[in-house]
């Protein structure tokens, strides 16, 4: 990349903070075969708590444009990481209305932290490598998502859950402290009439809402947020129950499919940039990870460790890999120094397919009795929305 010094700096500040918070959020899943029973629940039940989350994440990112604009995005971002360490803290009281209520309070924390990046990286990332420079600091998010599943088993056989939440909290708290030396020199240009209230949270929907490609956005978010969140759910819990895994190795295999989402959002993000349209790869996206979803149906306990390793890899690189590609492009379309505003609009979008899914993820569950036929059922949204995105081409 060019200019690299001036945009590699701002890119690890920006993706230590999204995989302290995306850490904070995906901990939440790994813990559940452990964590369900000692509250009483079925495993499955962590898609309530990742529902509560991502209505916290939705409020959050949605209201983000205002503080970030009066307070700055270094600011936000460490209240973001506090509010991730008090949620954590809440939910490992292992009371079951304070759990639910620790998991939207980590929510309110983690949606500002992408609006908030996405405001110094807009600055600073240059036309030739917009996309990657976004993908690389999304990659934040799946490697928060490795963190959970390699570190998490760990913690829980050292201190048990709920210490192991606690401990995951602490660290949110580190690097909130840590960044406070940056803000001389992101926290700049600050409008201190900028709004805050409740009212103004809405703005940014508005602002998505009245342009038709950031609205056709939108839509992908919602359902591609969907899909995403099925993955990192209920991975680590189809394979514990379905095909006899340890938590352990179960873990390693979410932290697997993590893994290949970094390489595969660094790959996407180079592909957007010099090869194909933004457009163009996130259809592609949508078709492969709806066809992962379908092959579900075809894995079973016979499947040697490998293959299911290479499933993983394969869903994970397609279904949490979408992500820098898209805000790159919401960023491209947003008007004039509102950048940070148009991601937090698109992100309410995106959380409200993520709110939505695990609460419907459940029901299907409950009644096909087979998480497997349950992915094969939010497979078809996302291969009609990738089809679409393929053949509905807009003119140059």
């Known amino acids: 990349m060019s200019d690299s010094p001036r945009v590699w700096f701002p890119l690890a500040v920006t993706f230590s903070i999204q995989t302290l918070v995306a850490f904070a959020v995906y901990c939440a899943p790994v813990m559940a075969p452990v964590a ?11 898609g309530y708590y990742i529902a509560a989350t991502y209505l916290g994440s939705m409020l959050g990112s949605a209201a983000a444009g205002g503080w970030v604009a009066r307070f700055g995005p270094i600011r936000v971002s460490q209240a973001g990481l506090v509010l991730a360490f008090v949620g954590l ?26 609006p908030a990046s996405s405001a110094i990286l807009v600055r600073a990332a240059p036309p030739s490598s917009f996309s990657l420079v976004f993908s690389i600091k999304q990659t934040g998010v799946p490697a928060g998502g490795a963190l959970a599943g390699a570190l998490v088993p760990v913690l829980i056989l050292a201190a048990g859950w709920q210490w192991g939440a606690v401990a995951i909290g602490c660290c949110c708290l580190a690097l909130a402290i840590a960044i406070g030396a940056t803000r001389e020199r992101y926290d700049r240009e600050l409008d201190r009439q900028a709004p805050v209230s409740l009212r103004s949270a809405v703005a940014p929907v508005k602002l998505v809402h009245a342009d038709r490609r950031l609205r056709e956005l939108c839509v992908t978010g919602v359902v591609y947020g969907g899909v995403q969140i099925t993955l990192v759910t209920y991975l680590v819990t189809f394979l514990v129950e379905s095909f006899g895994m340890s938590l352990v190795l179960a873990g390693l295999v979410m932290a ?34 709806g066809i992962s979803a379908l092959l579900a149906l075809a894995a079973g306990p016979d499947w040697p460790r490998w293959l299911l390793f290479v499933y993983a890899s394969a869903f994970g690189a397609t279904a949490v890999g979408w992500n820098g590609v898209y805000l790159a492009e919401v960023a491209r379309l947003a008007p004039e120094g509102r950048a940070s505003a148009a991601t937090g609009g698109a992100l309410f979008f995106t959380f409200l397919g993520v709110v939505v899914t695990p609460p419907l993820f459940n029901g299907v569950l409950a009644l096909a009795g087979s998480y497997a036929l349950a992915y094969s059922v939010f497979a078809v949204p996302s291969l009609a929305m990738g089809i679409w995105l393929l053949v509905r081409m807009p003119r140059t």
């Open 256 to 289: 697997v499919a993590q893994v290949a989402s970094v390489t595969g959002r660094v790959i996407w993000g180079l592909l957007a940039d010099r090869a194909l349209k933004r457009r163009t790869m996130l259809g592609l996206l949508g078709v492969g990870m």
């Open 36 to 46: 369900g029973p000692a509250l009483g629940f079925s495993p499955a039940a962590v």
């Open 89 to 114: 803290a809440m939910a490992a009281s292992a009371w079951p209305p304070l759990v639910m209520a620790g998991g939207f309070v980590v929510g309110l924390g983690y949606g500002p932290t992408t």
